[in-house]
């Protein structure tokens, strides 16, 4: 168990790690941030910031040295700045779920491995590899970066035989995938704790409505049957075994026929998981401190039926109208601009719980 | 309204300080925290803290205008350093609220003037107000400095003529009051929150118990008749319309054959309302910083049951068996030094609603 007083080390400075930041000093530790952007929303809540790039040597091993465990926000952080850190101090969750996730290759190859359903996929090197992959799916298909993506940001989707050709025209040799199109029910997500000791907690699966590729929506409880519940939580357990994982995971499903269908897996916290704030006694930001921290797992159990609803560019305007409702709960960031789709807070609204 | 964005100052930089930044920055507020010793528990989750003592004027001034709107974690502010923030910034609760609760003389008057009950009382200057006020009431009574009191410091229980005689003969001259027991059944407490449009929340009324003159626990709900928290919650929103008062409250109440002697007012978040962090959506720390900040209180309603416990002193050592238990919250202080009775944190056992 890491001791009470001890400082962790988060790379990402923006509202999950906000809210990590908040999480953990619940538990009596101390938060240092590293982030490349400046005033970032984490830095308002943290004992300590580091304004550096992910390029900065000196910056992260400074950095490492002042923290005893290092976690991230996000998935992307590159290769070599986790090495510099790992040379020094543990990383949690560990390297190869983060390998996994940051490419979408690896994670549907890791997937299938488990013998979990995944979108058909074909990997893309050049734009002959699209036309093969092509004659393999139907249309709509969707040209996805391997690397990088976030927020239905790197896709392209392939909805007609001249948009094919207009894709094959201009492909640069890069690394992509094809996916082929799920024409899914519903969008459901697990997110799941693990700790060093094995112990694992999931949080009750939420639903989820994305709108332009962003999340818009997570409700709890989902309207699923029973067994795909459990199948979801099942599936999830898997892969936080099959990983020897430490942390919060992510896991986003389609629902297609009764079937589920992995869409990603995501080494952290997660927007889908933030009605835990205030559905659960413990919510999945300090579920993974403690599990990083070799706590023991804190009570998941939903207590609410909760909606959480995104408050993305423009909506934060309107705060002054939101908070005026009873029954809700508001989480604002604290940044300073305000852009279209980003992420600026959320609200949960709450019922009673069925 | 405060506008997004803004910066809260809180004077003191204890665990009460700590939770009022974190309950901020979650609408989205930054916290700029004024404390005298290193390294205070607040300064961890905040955006900026200034360390130096009261007298510091030039500091006060900097920290007034760095601010939009000053409050505090404890009422034993002084006056001198109270004058300097408020001819640059707002200071919220008010200063008659402060004046009022910084000394038990002003307040047993001001609770008197509303025709609320407190115990017997009698102000005292000098040796010979003592043997005067002791011929009035019975053994045991309490000499109480009037001032700088908390936690049962400051306080000498008079339980025998020859303890009588003994503090007559070592008294010099100064601020005190001479109080007599009350035998009361029990102790309550209300928390309430009041905003600038006048809209009034109180938390569900807590039953606490104290040990050695330090809060053990607050059970919610607690075991009295109805009618006596529908009195409670009645006399404390007498008292915030009356200092029309901005902010949260915490009234202390004796319970004695039906009746409530009100113990004494806290003009600011309170211990005994650290349950509302898990059993309510809003809690103690977020409505204060709502009140303060003019926007509208949050849903204040009660959904667990909830016994918060306070960890002591030693108390902090035995966390990691504490954490296990499952349906419990715990929150630290990030104190780095364990003193005997020293508040490093506490506990919200919760159960489902009754």
């Known amino acids: 168990m890491l001791p009470i007083g001890s400082t962790i080390g988060i790379l990402g400075g923006g509202q999950l790690g906000r809210m990590l930041s908040v999480a953990a000093s619940r538990l009596g530790f101390k938060c240092h941030i590293f982030e490349p952007s400046k005033n970032p929303p984490a830095g308002e809540t943290s004992a300590r910031l580091t304004t550096a790039c992910y390029e900065d040597i000196e910056a992260l091993k400074g950095f490492a040295k002042s923290v005893d465990v290092v976690t991230f926000e996000f998935e992307n952080v590159p290769v070599e700045a986790l090495d510099v850190i790992e040379s020094i101090v543990r990383i949690s969750p560990n390297r190869r779920a983060l390998r996994i996730s940051q490419d979408r290759l690896f994670e549907k ?177 300090e579920q993974h401190i403690r599990a990083i921290s070799g706590w023991p797992l804190g009570d998941g159990r939903r207590y609410m ?25 508001i989480h604002l960031y604290g940044k300073e601009e305000i852009k279209p789709k980003r992420k600026m807070g959320h609200i949960n609204h709450l019922s009673e719980k069925s």
Request: charged content about 25%; some cysteine; glycine content about 6%.
């Open 305 to 329: 039926n909760v909606i959480m609803k995104n408050l993305l560019g423009n909506d934060i305007l309107d705060v002054s109208n939101l908070i005026k409702e009873s029954k809700a709960a």
């Open 109 to 285: 190859e890791f997937l299938n491995s488990l013998d979990l359903k995944t979108a058909p996929y074909h990997k893309v090197e050049d734009s002959s590899d699209i036309k093969n992959a092509l004659t393999m799916f139907q249309l709509p298909s969707i040209l996805k970066t391997r690397k990088f993506g976030y927020d239905g940001k790197g896709q392209i989707k392939i909805d007609s035989e001249k948009k094919a050709a207009e894709v094959i025209k201009n492909f640069s040799k890069s690394e992509y995938i094809l996916e082929g199109l799920i024409n899914f029910s519903k969008e459901i997500s697990v997110i799941a704790a693990r700790n060093s000791d094995g112990q694992i907690a999931c949080f009750d699966p939420g639903e989820n409505i994305h709108t332009d590729g962003v999340l818009d929506t997570t409700t709890v409880p989902s309207k699923l049957p029973r067994h795909i519940i459990t199948d979801a939580i099942l599936l999830t357990s898997k892969i936080l075994e099959e990983l020897n994982y430490i942390g919060v995971l992510g896991v986003e499903l389609f629902v297609l026929d009764n079937e589920l269908i992995v869409n990603e897996i995501a080494p952290r916290v997660h927007n889908s998981g933030h009605w835990t704030q205030n559905g659960c006694v413990i919510d999945q930001f």
